[in-house]
């Protein structure tokens, strides 16, 4: 299973990013999938999840500015990202949980967003 992320960039405060992800290999089927993000120096923290069944959560920090989506297909997970902030400057990394024999978690390569003020 490999995850290839997309559509980071740098961007003025204020503007909009939407994020892809796509999975892409051997699985039975996609479950939860996740976008994190680390800040420099910080630890990488959750920020939005999309269960199988299409239940969102999103964190508080983003919440009302950000949204998380997938496909039809169910293998390609979408971070949108409206009136983003200085403080969401970070390399964004997107998760998932894939049933093959087992269900195991995969993570994306990241993709560095960078907003300026």
Do not use: H
């Not at 490999?2 to 994020?19: D, I, K, W, Y």
């Not at 297909?73 to 997107?94: I, S």
């Amino acid at each position: 299973v490999q995850l290839q992320a997309s559509g980071g960039g740098l961007v003025q405060a204020g503007e909009s990013l939407r994020l892809s992800c796509t999975v892409s290999g051997t699985y039975d089927t996609i479950t939860a999938m996740r976008w994190y993000r680390q800040a420099p120096g910080n630890a990488r923290d959750w920020v939005a999840v999309i269960s199988g069944g299409g239940t969102i959560n999103i964190r508080d920090a983003v919440q009302g500015r950000f949204t998380i989506s997938r496909d039809n297909a169910g293998n390609t997970v979408y971070l949108q990202m409206n009136n983003l902030k200085p403080e969401d400057t970070a390399v964004y990394y997107c998760n998932v949980d894939a049933l093959i024999a087992r269900l195991e978690t995969f993570w994306g390569p990241g993709t560095l967003v960078t907003v300026s003020s």
